[in-house]
């Protein structure tokens, strides 16, 4: 009896996981995949510290974004719209889309490549086949259902855990890496910091997180003060266990290819997938096989997060009702639904066009570290203001982390500008 209550209380706490466990694992993309990839093989452990570094500020900052959408039950972008010029609520979507566009473009495409390293045949192919799967699904599956899939996808990340234990580390020297890394000078070292930082803590993720907390709560005005702080409470226990989970992953990509190619004086990758076939004859068919299929689980879990969020932040700018709750088939959400096909069918078209596959991954990542910035300084000016957030304004201690991360990123960018 006691046993069978016990396995009811786990159950019931997992199922209480959503957005944050949600975020965290979207935040482990194709393109974040690649870009940890080329960290790790490039400079080795050196890296390995960032992902230590930006989990608590990671924390913070999702914890911001979900506040303000739980406690005012609406998304970033309509409390922008409420308090700020339009030029502010333009330029912070305009820039989200963008970004979301390349990194959605980069997501499919390392999933058509991953696909045709395993089976053969067109990447192109996989590419429209992909992103048509994942409109679908979006679109037309329940809500409910379609939350239920996206954690489940979540464990194809565990995949990263996996190929670091098949291999023989020296965990004492990996320990000493991170407390004193050895970082070369130059600009390259501060362009990986920036794309590690922007592939991290990325915008798409505060505007997701924040409408799916509004999701979550059906729209409905916060009931007792009690009922909030235990809601508020869930909120911060979910997000610290998903960003977790996510840097956790990150770091162990670093790990393994730093422990594998870098090691073996491969310095340079191309795309995520690039990184699996380069496994293979270092680590071994396994090893090749849970990267790969790790790749395509996560691209099937980032593509809907991407343009799900795009397609929020749009909605709340423009005024219409924007939920995953909607059903095309009964005539709603129209505009919605259009903003989310129209950015994955931009992305599986960028698929298509002659582009350097690492710059884009790359550089989207840069872009993201980049915009993150002024989005992080709006959200923050939002979480502290009483007309916005009421007796829930965010305390001390998540204020001065928030702003931390805030001044950490803003930091890098500009160390990043300065040595152009």
């Known amino acids: 009896m006691q046993k069978h209550i016990e396995k009811l209380q786990i159950r019931r706490r997992l199922g209480q996981l959503g957005p944050g466990l949600i975020t965290g694992a979207a935040d482990d993309d194709p393109s974040g995949i690649a870009t940890y990839s080329q960290a790790g093989a490039q400079f080795g452990f050196s890296m390995l510290w960032t992902m230590v570094f930006t989990l608590p500020l990671m924390v913070a900052i999702q914890v911001v974004s979900a506040r303000i959408g739980y406690v005012t039950r609406r998304g970033l972008a309509a409390n922008i719209k409420d308090r700020f010029p339009a030029w502010v609520l333009f330029g912070v979507v305009g820039l989200l889309l963008v970004a979301n566009t390349l990194n959605l473009a980069a997501d499919i495409a390392a999933m058509a490549e991953a696909l045709r390293l395993l089976v053969g045949g067109s990447a192109h192919v996989y590419a429209v086949t992909f992103g048509l799967a994942c409109l679908v699904l979006q679109v037309f ?17 565990l995949s990263y855990v996996a190929v670091a234990f098949s291999l023989r580390l020296d965990w004492w020297h990996v320990a000493g890496s991170i407390v004193h890394p050895q970082l070369p000078a130059g600009n390259e070292m501060l ?16 505007f997701w997180q924040a409408s799916q907390e509004v999701e979550d709560a059906g729209g409905t005005a916060p009931h007792t003060p009690s009922e909030v702080r235990g809601h508020l409470r869930r909120i911060k226990a979910d997000t610290v266990i998903g960003m977790t989970f996510s840097n956790l992953i990150a770091f162990f990509i670093i790990l393994t290819t730093a422990a594998t190619l870098h090691a073996s004086g491969v ?11 380069a496994l293979r004859p270092l680590a071994g068919e396994f090893a090749y096989l849970l990267f790969s299929l790790g790749i395509i689980g996560t691209g099937m879990l980032a593509v809907p997060v991407l343009a799900g969020s ?45 582009t350097d596959p690492v710059k884009e991954l790359f550089w989207s990542a840069v872009l993201n570290g980049v915009i993150a910035v002024p989005i992080m300084v709006v959200m923050m000016l939002l979480a502290t203001r009483r007309d916005t957030m009421g007796e829930h304004v965010i305390g001390r201690r998540l204020r001065a982390m928030g702003w931390l991360a805030t001044a950490a990123m803003a930091a890098t960018v500009a160390a990043m500008f300065a040595t152009l």
């Open 267 to 277: 310095h340079d990758i191309q795309t995520s997938a690039q990184a699996a076939d």
């Open 191 to 206: 362009l990986m910091v920036v794309a590690l930082f922007g592939t991290t803590i990325s915008p798409y993720l505060f």
């Open 141 to 157: 599956l329940p809500y409910a259902t379609y939350v239920r899939w996206l954690k489940w996808l979540t464990l194809a990340l």
């Open 310 to 354: 795009a397609a929020y932040a749009v909605a709340e700018a423009a005024g219409w009702h924007g939920s995953l709750n909607l059903r095309l088939d009964k005539g709603e959400g129209r505009g919605f639904y259009g903003v989310i096909a129209a950015a994955t069918i931009g992305g599986v078209i960028l698929c298509f066009t002659p």
